[in-house]
């Protein structure tokens, strides 16, 4: 064996964010290419052919609002006015969730404030009835798809009239109706799941086709790979979204590898096509989006998506990112805020109006409200215990097994015990 | 009138090939998948045929990877599938634990019902067969742990095959592990004398077609007075046999579903036997024979009459060499009956 001298000692690399609290942002690893210069291949094309946009960043939106280049999906007014709506009235939604966890109403919020896009322009550019997998902050996709604000209120609240029994953490809705699927809270369990419903749906010759979403930060879980792996081998009509806000609660995008590589990039290696695209940017959201589901309604197969974003808010009720990042980096964030973007887009095109914003914004808030109240009449989850103890034995199997019987008895037992005021209508007497 | 139902012996591979074969044939949402289940049928041979019968997109190989064998059949489940995975061996399962205990576990509890996963995960495990470590474990407890989810280990061919066909109509997932020991033929432990075929035990007689062998309901194997020995798996022939070669008068349970357990089965021969012995191969710490030892003490605290014994293999990982100085067989499990016997 040959003697190794002289070597210099090993380093650990352990990644830090280009700023932490009290120093200024420094956004220079961020380029900006001009909207409109990023080529657009055909949608059945070679996935090789996409992979220069994978370190690229597919813009349609540039600094005066106009729609540029071959990515400008040709929206008319009133489509872009929708889409507008669609991203408000999420911002107006979590602000009043928000508030209502400050209140004491629920345990548990997260906002998606400055990713609207990427929900609300995906729910646009699919099909009402594709598959949609979504992490826990996509909340604009349900919005968009018109599922009623107060039947999510009842989730946020846990109250007597949600859907899912008090059982779930606030806002992992469940909405199959909606083609929404049950969000997990375990991080990138869905993508292997999506393309598992897309396989599925092209077993069964269907037309409908699956999409999903994860953030940067779970790109490093196994299950990624997994999806990433079984999409590209079976071809699945499956479209993969990665939500790249930046953050992963305190850790930044270096800890799942941002620091080498694009997320886009990790098409490549799976030799699937791959875009990346400005995600504050909601036409190229919206038309990488159509690009991918046109792909994978064709046969082609499957696409990821990186969506560049930032994650203007904490991470939930719970987190206060003023402890480990930049307290400018919200205001300074070159790729600015996609309802801005799009409004001033609207403007410039002689469609909109800052009174009819103005207008809109109250109009949404009221909107909010008016299904606020509607919920609270179902009762807040500080006020206790809304759903009859059978339940929390129900649905764990299709049909309740001795033991579980057993145990639901004992649960009663104490209710009677814990809580003598429980009056029987609200159900639950004892077998 | 009923057609005469038609028998034909099997091995438990076979049988368990037949169940595929039916519930493929019965219902076009059955697909199965796993590593080498395709063109090749298994490196068992459980789905051999089957892609040729039914075609590739029904019956096809997958990528090394447990997380995604599991994930994608979450996915296909809340399509409207019902999908078959296999899992080549019962010590690979681990990589694809989330999606089993975080997901399909409390699809339909976090959902109220809106999406089930109604998957049946098809594993080989147990030892017998020098697989070593990675190879030869049996894992059952930790499924058992696990709220929604159910636990199925057959014993002979004609369990295995109305087990499966119940487990795959079965709309929650079940884990279906296989003892792979007695995949062709019966073991009773004397690992030294040639192996016994299926054809000559009466369990190997399988009806043609469609039947189920419900879930939760264990078997007596054989009825006696002396001993109730809970056993199931590889393990019900092995107990059994130095029952009859001790000549115990012992009850003998094939208890074939562990969760949900058969717990009426096992109160009624408790009670009348006041002895109780637990077999398995499983390691002992927290092992499904703690559960069932805690349950029939609970249950049957006053009928007992001496301590329960609990067999198991030891709290080591599964040796190569001293495969069977590690397996519980004939000598441990005579012991305990001794112990339980002995006034």
């Given amino acids: 064996m040959a003697e190794i001298a002289n070597q210099q000692p090993l380093a650990l690399h352990v990644p830090e964010p280009k700023a932490r609290p009290g120093a200024a942002p420094d956004w220079s690893g961020v380029i900006l290419p001009k909207a409109g ?76 404030t400055g990713e609207e896009a990427t929900s609300v322009a995906p729910a646009m550019a699919l099909a009402a009835d594709d598959m949609v997998f979504p992490s826990y902050r996509q909340q604009g996709i349900l919005i968009t798809r018109g599922y009623p604000l107060t039947e999510m ?30 969000i997990s809270g375990n991080l990138a369990t869905q993508l292997p799941q999506a393309v598992g419903w897309a396989m599925a749906s092209a077993i069964s010759a269907d037309t409908r086709i699956a999409a999903a979403w994860v953030g940067e930060g779970s790109t490093a879980e196994g299950d990624f790979h997994s999806a990433m792996t079984f999409a590209t081998v079976y071809n699945a009509p499956v479209v993969l979204n990665v939500v790249n806000n930046q953050w992963a609660i305190s850790s930044f995008s270096g800890f799942a590898g941002g620091e080498r590589q694009t997320f886009a990039a990790r098409a490549i ?19 990488a989006t159509r690009w991918a589901a046109n792909r994978a309604r064709s046969n082609a197969g499957p696409t990821l998506i990186e969506h560049f974003t930032y994650r203007a808010e904490g991470h939930s009720t719970s987190d206060d990112p003023s402890q480990y990042r930049s307290a400018q980096e919200r205001s300074s964030w070159p790729l600015g805020d996609p309802i801005a973007r799009l409004k001033d887009h609207l403007i410039a095109l002689g469609e909109w109006d800052e009174e009819r914003q103005a207008a809109m914004d109250l109009d949404l808030a009221e909107q909010v409200k008016t299904a606020t109240r509607a919920a609270e009449a179902n009762g807040v989850l500080g ?38 005021d429980w009056r029987p209508e609200d159900g639950d007497d004892m077998p | ?41 298994g490196v068992f041979r459980a789905t051999a045929g089957l892609q040729k019968k039914y ?10 990877s447990e997380c995604g064998i599991i994930g994608v059949a979450v996915g296909m489940g809340a399509y409207g599938l019902r999908p078959v995975p296999e899992i080549q061996f019962a010590d690979y399962i681990y990589p694809g634990l989330d999606q089993l205990v975080s997901e399909a576990a409390r699809l339909r509890y976090r959902s109220a019902g809106e999406f089930i996963a109604p998957l049946t995960v098809r594993s080989p495990f147990g030892g017998g067969i020098f697989g070593g470590q990675t190879h030869s474990q049996s894992p059952e407890a930790l499924f058992t742990h696990v709220a929604g989810l159910k636990t199925v280990i057959p014993s002979n061919p004609h369990d295995a095959k109305g087990l499966l066909i119940a487990a795959i109509e079965d709309n929650d997932p079940v884990i279906f592990f296989e003892p792979k020991r007695i995949y062709n033929g019966p073991f009773t432990g004397a690992y030294d004398r040639p192996v016994e075929p299926w ?3 009466p369990d190997s007689e399988v009806p043609e077609g469609h039947y189920t062998v419900p879930l939760g309901k264990a078997r007596v194997v054989r009825e006696g007075e002396g001993v109730t020995v809970l056993a199931y ?53 927290g092992g499904f024979g703690a559960e069932l030892s805690a349950l029939v003490q609970e249950h049957c605290f006053y009928e007992l009459e001496v301590p329960i014994e609990r067999v198991t293999g030891f709290d080591t990982p599964y040796p190569h060499s001293l495969e069977w100085a590690y397996f519980p067989g004939a000598v441990r499990i005579g012991e305990a009956l001794d112990r339980i016997c002995k006034d």
Wanted: with cysteine; charged share 25%.
């Fill in chain 1, 269 to 287: 290696g799976h030799g699937i096509a791959g875009l990346r695209v400005d995600g504050n940017d909601p036409l190229a959201v919206y038309a």
């Fill in chain 2, 1 to 41: 009138m009923s057609e005469p139902v038609t028998c034909r012996r099997m091995t438990m591979i076979e049988a368990i090939n037949d169940a595929l074969d039916v519930m493929m044939a019965r219902d076009p949402s059955v697909v199965i998948m796993g590593e080498d289940v395709g063109y090749f049928g």
């Fill in chain 2, 55 to 64: 075609g590739k997109t029904r019956v096809f190989d997958t990528p090394i």
């Fill in chain 1, 37 to 112: 210069a990023q080529p657009r291949p055909d949608e059945v094309c070679a996935a090789s052919e996409t992979w220069p946009l994978c370190t690229d960043l597919i813009r349609v939106l540039d600094e005066a609002g106009h729609a540029q280049g071959p990515w400008n999906p040709r929206l008319d007014a009133e489509t872009l006015r929708a889409m507008l709506r669609n991203m408000a009235l999420t911002r107006a939604f979590d602000e009043r969730m928000f508030r209502g966890q400050r209140q004491g109403k629920t345990s548990f919020y997260m906002k998606c």
């Fill in chain 2, 199 to 201: 054809s000559k035990h």
């Fill in chain 1, 153 to 182: 209120i009842n989730q946020i609240y846990s109250n007597k009239a949600d859907k899912l029994k008090g059982r779930q953490l606030p806002i992992m809705y469940s909405a199959r109706d909606y083609g929404f699927f049950t």
């Fill in chain 2, 233 to 285: 798996g590889t393990m019900v022939h092995v107990a059994h046999a130095v029952c009859v070669d001790k000549g115990v008068d012992a009850e003998v349970i094939d208890l074939r579903t562990l969760v949900p357990l058969d717990i009426e089965t096992i109160k009624q021969s408790v009670r009348k036997t006041g002895r109780c012995m637990i077999v398995h191969e499983a390691t002992r710490t």
């Fill in chain 1, 383 to 420: 006020h206790g215990l809304h759903h009859p103890f059978h339940t929390m034995f129900e649905d764990v199997f299709e049909t309740l097994p001795w033991h579980l019987q057993e145990q639901s008895e004992q649960a009663m037992r104490e209710r009677r015990i814990k809580w003598p």
